[in-house]
Nanobody, 116 residues
Framework: QVQLVESGGGLVQAGGSLRLSCAAS????????MGWYRRALGKQREFVAT???????IYADSVKGRFTISRDNAKNTVYLQMNSLKPEDTAVYYC??????????WGQGLQVTVSS
């Protein structure tokens, strides 16, 4: 099992910044990558960014150049630095631990609200 604990959501004005954190515990060796998804009210969940254990990074087009995903292997933690936030970034953000041959683990979700 993998447990994920997220922190860092909140309310920010447009143009501002937030940093989300996601700490993993449990069967860390089963994790092949970690990332973030989000779900805006009334919309489907969408991919935001992911970073693999080898360091490969992928971003959604909508956040490229504004968001940065990184990780601290010693702390088993992944971060999402979000800059130049827009009202359309408002959503619940979920951390995911992608596991090799096992069910992915999800965090509880963080509300991010960007006011115009």
């Amino acid at each position: 099992q993998v447990q994920l604990v997220e922190s860092g959501g909140g309310l920010v004005q447009a143009g501002g910044s937030l940093r989300l954190s996601c700490a993993a515990s449990g069967s860390i060796s089963s994790i092949k990558g970690m990332g973030w998804y989000r779900r805006a009210l009334g919309k489907q969940r969408e991919f935001v960014a992911t970073i693999s254990t080898s360091g490969s990074i992928i971003y959604a087009d909508s956040v490229k150049g504004r968001f940065t995903i990184s990780r601290d292997n010693a702390k088993n933690t992944v971060y999402l630095q979000m800059n130049s936030l827009k009202p359309e970034d408002t959503a619940v953000y979920y951390c995911i631990a992608e596991r090799l041959l096992l069910k992915d683990a999800w965090g509880q979700g963080l509300q991010v609200t960007v006011s115009s």
